[in-house]
């Protein structure tokens, strides 16, 4: 019997409201600042430089410890991601949405990180590579290999104007049966699957199996909708130009060729253009795609020679000194009475490595291809070795296909020593222990601006303790039943896990995850002054409450109030705008915002709130706000066919230009273009629509809206803002006049507008000011930079109509007016972090006094020799 292992707001000016940010910014010159920036990111260079140096002293030698991390368990909303690291090398498998937060969270560090393992070209795999790219290159990492499916790489050139990767060479490895990697830490066999002809499914039939669901269990009908073969998508010939229709056909399958900067204003003009998909390329990904290939790896560790044993070298008679070096590195040696002592005399036995396997079966389809491969079959009781016995078998495949009578026999047949760990969809856990701390914190604030969060997929315990509480992912009890009756569990409760490869058993966990909402209360309430504060916010909002009547729509809740990259408290760009009970709108989409709504509302409840977002609007083109969307359409389909309703496309607000990476992924990844209808944001110009009247009129009607219009903004290329006017009265701007609510980004401090005119972004009192001049009733501000993970630097400009966001809060129009009283506690409550933040305001502000004073210094001795 087998063991089984258990397991980002964009500038929101109009034009017209602009002439107050000149006066604002008169002082800066943007030509000298854009003049005077550094060529060159030395940070970069300089921790290549020494990267490269680590790298040649330690590669000589195999590691002593080698760990595999589960950052990612596959669960719904949560990325598939496994982690091994050694002390000189690191190693990932798969690398889906929100990968790189988690690493963050749970200090896997990426800087050693140089080879990526995909198993399959799907967006569940792949969704972090573009966020993960970009921070290990700001971390000084030279070089990354990627290793699958051909055409992996191509993602990057798709998405070079919106993800910049100026200093990562990126290369893809070449992956067949007769190839392997290594280096000296790991071997790697690739082992291709590939689909059998005679169990093909077409779309045509797949969309009748689908609509069969009292066949299916909602795990079934999920992997269902996610093995639906991608069809392609045609090109059209059609010039770029503005459109004067917005008709899905012709929206998404249009190729619109996007030759345009997003971060012009960013780099000081030494990027080359990106290049365009090569024809030989786009013909490997057509291959690759229509081939259906996933790769499954078979890895072992490399052989390690058995530790020096140092009493045995006492029982020889062997002295200390050089001749204890010579044995450990595996030389014979005779002593001075003439015995001969070699190193297996010595030394511990040998360690010749485990070997451990990933393997991801997408479909039935590819049984075949797994249950006959011989090279698998080697590490199965069917080894002629014990040590070629397989240790650990990782799982990526799909929960339904697990439970395949042929997929169980081929787990049966590895050995009874050998553990299994699924990372799919049968898990519940996350991932975050963050997010739940902070949540829990707030919580005590306001019950309903910030309510529990509606996963339930960690454990919870109850109990206030000094003991640093570890990192562990554990299934919910009603998955671990019926998983224990399919053998298709895992045996120990290995979520997050961290286990030893090297020098313990695979088996032994040592990281473990579970909330402590007892602790989290008790490290608040414990805060000087808060206690205090929290009963007299309580008195105060309660009075508001009285005072005022509070209706339940509209609402918005914050998904994402993070700019640039995510960290552990505020992810990037996204909001969902609800105003009544029938429909959703989400307002831009960074990465993990498909992630962001099942952690609030629940893996079930999620579902229905998918099912009624009936449009996303996308402001522009940067990634932090957008690169989240495949993944959320696929969400949204898959609730949509749970909950046995008709897939309707939604509407996609955002800048035409977006189909250009939209379609490509089309192309040659999965089949999207269903998912959604464009309307162009250009083609909704406040006073110079294009859209024709009938196309408007159907859209508003869909919505509930009386109005939707666009403006152009000062950020990057085809950057907007918006303006939705509903059919109740209720207006919610990002740009326009006399809103109820006016949501801008405010990413930097007052103290820092010279680098927010660089980045094209606001301060605080600059995105107050714009408030102030439309005469917006509701100023919400959020896109934080991440300097302010908890709170920004409040000041003088804030007034009583102003409100500061947080990732999870979710507010009521009504509501507003009550955000300004929780100031006060906010700032007990967050006193470190606000400490700090001042802390360094003042240092930046006596090396500004430093550099004019040396300015003036050398202005005068200019002055002084000029006129001697």
Request: charged fraction near 25%.
């Amino acid at each position: 019997m087998p063991i089984i292992l258990k397991i980002s707001y964009f500038r929101l000016v109009a034009r017209p409201n602009l002439r107050f940010y000149s006066k604002l910014t008169s002082q800066f010159n943007l030509l000298d600042i854009l003049k005077n920036m550094p060529k060159e990111h030395k940070h970069i260079a300089e921790a290549q430089k020494q990267r490269k140096k680590i790298k040649e002293r330690i590669s000589k030698y195999v590691p002593g410890k080698v760990t595999l991390q589960v950052l990612g368990t596959g669960a719904k909303g949560a990325p598939r991601a496994l982690y091994l690291f050694s002390d000189q090398s690191r190693y990932l498998f798969n690398c889906g949405e929100g990968t790189q937060r988690l690493a963050h969270e749970h200090k896997m560090k990426l800087a050693k990180l140089e080879h990526i393992f995909i198993t399959q070209p799907v967006w569940k795999n792949i969704g972090g590579l573009p966020g993960t790219a970009l921070t290990i290159q700001d971390v000084g990492v030279p070089e990354i290999t990627l290793h699958g499916p051909p055409g992996l790489d191509e993602i990057f050139v798709a998405t070079k104007r919106f993800v910049v990767i100026r200093d990562l060479k990126i290369h893809m490895a070449e992956c067949t049966e007769n190839d392997e990697f290594q280096d000296n830490v790991i071997i790697v066999k690739y082992v291709p699957l590939t689909r059998n002809p005679d169990y093909r499914i077409n779309e045509e039939k797949m969309e009748e199996t689908t609509e069969n669901f009292d066949n299916f269990k909602d795990s079934q009908v999920d992997a269902t909708v996610e093995q639906t073969d991608a069809c392609t998508s045609t090109r059209s010939n059609r010039k770029r130009g503005r459109r004067r229709s917005a008709s899905s056909s012709s929206a998404s399958e249009e190729i619109v060729e996007d030759d345009i900067d997003y971060y012009a204003h960013e780099h000081s003009g030494y990027r080359t253009t990106p290049d365009l998909v090569s024809a030989n390329s786009q013909q490997v990904l057509q291959e690759t795609k229509e081939k259906g290939m996933s790769m499954t790896y078979i890895c072992r560790l490399q052989p390690r020679p058995g530790a020096l044993n140092l009493d045995k070298c006492v029982k020889m008679g062997v002295p200390p000194g050089p001749l204890l070096g010579k044995l450990k590195g595996g030389e014979t040696i005779t002593l001075s009475n003439g015995n001969v002592v070699t190193c297996k005399d010595v030394c511990e036995p040998d360690d010749p490595g485990p070997v451990f396997i990933i393997v991801d079966c997408p479909t039935e389809e590819y049984l075949d291809s797994l249950l006959n491969n011989d090279m698998l079959r080697k590490h199965q009781i069917f080894a002629q070795n014990e040590e070629d016995l397989a240790c650990l078998v990782v799982h990526f495949t799909p929960q339904e296909v697990v439970q395949h009578p042929r997929y169980k026999k081929w787990i049966e047949d590895f050995s009874p020593s050998t553990h299994h760990l699924m990372l799919n969809e049968s898990n519940s856990c996350m991932g975050s222990q963050a997010v739940h701390r902070i949540q829990h914190k707030l919580n005590l604030l306001s019950e309903d601006l910030f309510p529990l969060l509606g996963d339930r997929g960690t454990e919870i315990v109850n109990e206030v303790s000094e003991v640093h509480i570890n990192k562990k992912q554990k299934c919910d009890d009603k998955q671990e039943s019926e998983s224990s009756k399919n053998c298709a569990q895992n045996d120990l409760d290995l979520g997050n896990l961290s286990v030893k490869s090297r020098p313990t058993s695979p088996m032994e966990p040592t990281l473990e995850l579970k909330l402590n909402p007892t602790q989290y209360i008790a490290e608040t309430m414990t805060i000087e002054s808060f206690p205090d504060a929290l009963q007299k916010l309580k008195q105060g909002l309660n009075e508001n409450k009285r005072n005022h009547a509070i209706g339940e729509y509209p609402k918005i809740l914050f998904l994402g109030t993070g700019s640039c990259i995510p960290n552990k408290t505020r992810n990037t760009s996204g909001i969902l705008l609800t105003p009544d009970e029938s429909q959703n709108i989400l307002l831009d989409c960074g990465e993990g915002t498909y992630g962001q709504m099942i952690r609030f509302f629940g893996h079930e409840s999620a579902d229905h709130v998918l099912a009624k977002t009936n449009a996303v609007y996308i402001s522009h083109l940067h990634a932090d706000h957008h690169i989240g969307l495949i993944g959320f359409l696929q969400g949204r389909r898959r609730a949509l066919d749970k909950l046995k309703l008709e897939r309707k496309p939604l509407y996609l607000f955002a800048p035409k230009q977006i189909l250009a990476w939209l379609n490509f992924y089309n192309k040659y990844f999965e089949n999207i273009k269903k998912e959604f209808h464009l309307v162009p944001n250009g083609d909704l110009i406040f006073n110079d629509q294009a859209l024709p009247e009938l196309s408007k009129t159907a859209v508003l009607e869909k919505l509930g809206l009386s109005d939707i219009s666009t403006c152009l903004v000062r950020h990057c290329p085809n950057a907007f803002g918006v303006a939705f006017t509903y059919k109740n009265g209720h207006k919610i701007t990002y740009s326009g006049n006399d809103s109820n609510v006016l949501i801008h980004e405010a990413t930097m401090e007052d103290e820092l507008a010279h680098e927010a005119v660089i980045k094209m972004h606001s301060t605080t009192s600059q995105a107050i000011e714009v408030g102030r001049k439309m005469n917006a009733k509701n100023i919400l501000l959020t896109h934080f930079s991440q300097r302010y993970a908890k709170l920004p630097r409040f000041n003088d400009n804030f007034a009583e109509n102003v409100g500061i966001a947080f990732d999870y809060m979710q507010v009521r129009v009504d509501e507003l007016p009550l955000v300004p009283n929780l100031y006060p506690v906010l700032k007990v409550m967050f006193a470190e972090h606000y400490e700090e933040l001042e802390h360094k305001a003042v240092k930046r502000q006596m090396k500004i006094e430093r550099q004019r004073e040396a300015s003036l210094n050398r202005n005068a001795k200019e002055k002084q020799k000029q006129a001697t």
